[in-house]
T-cell receptor, first 114, second 114 residues
Framework: AQTVTQSQPEMSVQEAETVTLSCTYDTSESDYYLFWYKQPPSRQMILVIR??????QNATENRFSVNFQKAAKSFSLKISDSQLGDAAMYFCASSTGTASKLTFGTGTRLQVTL | NAGVTQTPKFQVLKTGQSMTLQCAQDMNHEYMSWYRQDPGMGLRLIHY???????DQGEVPNGYNVSRSTTEDFPLRLLSAAPSQTSVYFCASSPNGGLAYEQYFGPGTRLTVT
């Protein structure tokens, strides 16, 4: 069975600063993907970034990047130049198996302050 | 493209009542799934389908039924609602069951069982 752990229930960052959200996972599969989803107050789930387990290079999407440490089973999300619109719940998730079933962590609520 | 649509947005049921949460997608996606989101627990997979006529159980299937007669629709049935089924329900779809594919989420249905 897969597990995904997010140990930071809440984080706060000042506008324009950088924040890192932590995620660890456990899986016995060799082929899997990792994702970060954002859930703003509207409740809509939005994909932020994804990482393939076989790729050593860390994924980046504009101000969002990951630090993927495969041996440590760690997958953190770094948000640079934080903006007020980044305030949301962030979920780490893993996908494995014959169908893309997602296993989610419990989420980190990010607050962005002026 | 409307994407993934869910109806209703909100619903209140009494214990023992039955209802169907509707989910439809217009992207011709093969893979569809249902998740529930509870406070402090992230999203958990209820049932999923890899194509019309094929469904399987996820992590928390008890109390829920699904069927997939068309590619577009994937309804979730609660046969006898219980207070433990109070939750926010999300339907999602992706082009197929490949690990890399993003899952596109609907806006969610907030269900309260009294």
């Amino acid at each position: 069975a897969q597990t995904v752990t997010q140990s930071q229930p809440e984080m706060s960052v000042q506008e324009a600063e950088t924040v890192t959200l932590s995620c660890t996972y456990d899986t016995s599969e060799s082929d899997y993907y990792l994702f970060w989803y954002k859930q703003p107050p509207s409740r809509q789930m939005i994909l932020v970034i994804r990482q393939e387990a076989y790729k050593q290079q860390n994924a980046t999407e504009n101000r969002f990047s990951v630090n993927f440490q495969k041996a440590a089973k760690s997958f953190s999300l770094k948000i640079s130049d934080s903006q007020l619109g980044d305030a949301a719940m962030y979920f780490c998730a893993s996908s494995t198996g014959t169908a893309s079933k997602l296993t989610f962590g419990t989420g980190t609520r990010l607050q962005v302050t002026l | 493209n409307a994407g993934v649509t869910q109806t209703p947005k909100f619903q209140v049921l009494k214990t023992g009542q039955s209802m169907t949460l509707q989910c439809a997608q217009d992207m011709n996606h093969e893979y569809m799934s249902w998740y529930r989101q509870d406070p402090g627990m992230g999203l958990r997979l209820i049932h999923y389908s890899v194509g019309a006529g094929i469904t399987d159980q996820g992590e928390v299937p008890n109390g829920y039924n699904v069927s997939r007669s068309t590619t577009e629709d994937f309804p979730l049935r609660l046969l006898s609602a219980a207070p433990s089924q109070t939750s926010v329900y999300f339907c999602a779809s992706s082009p197929n069951g490949g690990l890399a594919y993003e899952q596109y989420f609907g806006p969610g249905t907030r269900l309260t069982v009294t």
